[in-house]
């Protein structure tokens, strides 16, 4: 589907922050203004509905080992980012465009196409700096009064709608007339600006986190020549983020001389084999492309091509032979978790239960605590009709700000199988509630707290959660975020 057009995304986005006006076209960053106008608790709720929004519409990759990977490089990006930087939240769009976006509060979202474009993980990484200077810069920025009518779902399904290039039948297009005539062109040069700022921040984002911005350069230049290329459409990175021959040279001009930085890790090329296995429609074609490119040699990184092989099996059913190239993967790098896990998941699927929970419960002795190995472990349990070893398991990995529904289902799944009702019906309300159903989070709640009327600290701790979603919901469907 054609992508929403710049200038449609920036009105839409700064339309929905609520941030005041730019005192001058020409400035790159809008100052203390905007931040008088919303606060950060609210371009967090603004941001926190985004990703609602796009899991309950089933968008978001929930993957632990690829979602770990990316918070993990944008956790050094944010320490090099200096004080003070706003919290971030980093997530992956089970989309295959290349793409990737800042929204209110932090919010960066990386398209799975994106990751399979970038081919060094410094190419990642410059994006991820770019996007992160939007924000703390502050380039979302403008506003019109009709936000201050809009609910957040709305505003939230809205920005969704534009952020993705797909059109929302919830919102409807009068809300994107509104001021377009007189400001598009407008809005588009400072975006220029916004982009120009954006490089050079995020540029030295990367030099203070020892990540070379090459990769950002490259990664441009790389996309416009395959525009020029190929012709056609762009890929929606570019028609967001509008890239020139006199950008790039900037760019590259701002990079000091004989400058050195991490180009790329392995653990990158593994989760790039990963996203690509989990993100293909057919599984016989990447099961094929991997085997050919360990037949031929000709992937950038042997290892990854070998993983994204096994994987490909797994996923039709090849569990004999994917343990096989696990097992040799694993002996070569055994320090490498993913391998486990994978290995530990091949014998699953093999039938070999307890040749599994011996390599995990290993694992786990050189490794304590990893959360990886933690889930991968409980599953394992859960599989060998242990429910209540499985549900002890999760315990540690269960906190107040855990924002992962894979996780909550599965303790709702260990924990309805070991006979705890009611914990099971309060996992099973957060599942609903970060995927944007907060009616049904009320509903599993309730059915929670009938359970566990005889126990008074976990009635009392239900109780508390429920009260919590109830005045969220309320304060969705205020007008004034």
Do not use: C
Request: charged share 25%.
């Amino acid at each position: 589907m054609r992508p929403a057009a710049p200038q449609i995304l920036l009105l839409l986005a700064a339309f929905i922050t609520g941030w005041g006006p730019p005192a001058s076209p020409a400035l790159p960053d809008i100052g203390d203004p905007a931040g008088q106008a919303l606060s950060p608790a609210a371009e967090r709720r603004i941001g926190q509905a985004l990703l609602q929004e796009l899991r309950r519409k089933r968008l978001v990759l929930e993957d632990p080992p690829a979602l770990t990977y990316l918070r993990g490089l944008g956790a050094e990006l944010v320490a090099a980012a200096g004080e003070p930087a706003p919290a971030f939240t980093f997530f992956l769009v089970r989309d295959r465009s290349i793409n990737a976006f800042a929204a209110p509060g932090g919010h960066i979202g990386v398209h799975a196409g994106l990751i399979l474009a970038a081919e060094r993980e410094s190419e990642l990484a410059g994006v991820l700096a770019h996007e992160m200077a939007h924000v703390t810069q502050r380039h979302l920025a403008r506003t019109f009064d009709e936000a201050r009518r809009m609910t957040l779902p709305a505003a939230a399904a809205l920005l969704a709608a534009a952020l993705l290039g797909a059109r929302s039948p919830e919102a409807g297009e009068a809300a994107l007339a509104a001021g377009m005539a007189g400001l598009a062109q407008h809005r588009v040069n400072f975006t220029r600006a916004n982009e120009r700022e954006a490089d050079r921040i995020g540029i030295e984002i990367l030099l203070r986190a020892g990540i070379s911005p090459e990769g950002l350069v490259r990664f441009f230049g790389r996309l416009q020549r395959e525009r020029s290329l190929y012709g056609g459409e762009p890929p929606e990175f570019l028609s967001t983020h509008p890239v020139t021959p006199s950008r790039i040279a900037d760019a590259r001009a701002r990079i000091p001389p004989r400058t050195k930085g991490r180009q790329d890790r392995l653990a990158y090329q593994l989760v790039r084999a990963r996203v690509e296995v989990l993100t293909a429609e057919d599984a016989a074609a990447v099961e094929s492309r991997f085997r050919k490119a360990v037949a031929t040699g000709t992937h950038a990184v042997t290892a990854a091509a070998r993983y994204g092989l096994a994987l490909a099996l797994l996923r039709r059913g090849k569990a004999a032979e994917a343990e096989r190239i696990l097992m040799a993967l694993q002996h070569e790098d055994p320090d490498r978790i993913l391998y486990r896990i994978g290995l530990a998941r091949a014998r699953l699927e093999a039938g070999r239960k307890a040749a599994a929970l011996a390599l995990l419960e290993q694992s786990l002795r050189l490794y304590p605590g990893n959360p990886l190995l933690v889930r991968a472990h409980a599953e394992a349990l859960l599989e060998a009709g242990r429910p209540e070893q499985a549900r002890k398991r999760l315990q540690p990995l269960i906190r107040p700000e855990t924002d992962d529904p894979g996780l909550y289902a599965l303790y709702a799944r260990v924990a309805e199988a070991a006979g705890h009702r009611a914990e099971a019906h309060r996992a099973q309300a957060e599942v609903y509630f970060l995927n944007g159903q907060v009616d049904a989070a009320i509903q599993q709640l309730e059915q929670a707290l009938r359970l566990a009327r005889s126990d008074y600290y976990e009635a009392s701790r239900i109780r508390a959660r429920l009260g919590e979603i109830k005045d969220y919901a309320r304060a969705m469907q205020a007008r004034h975020p």
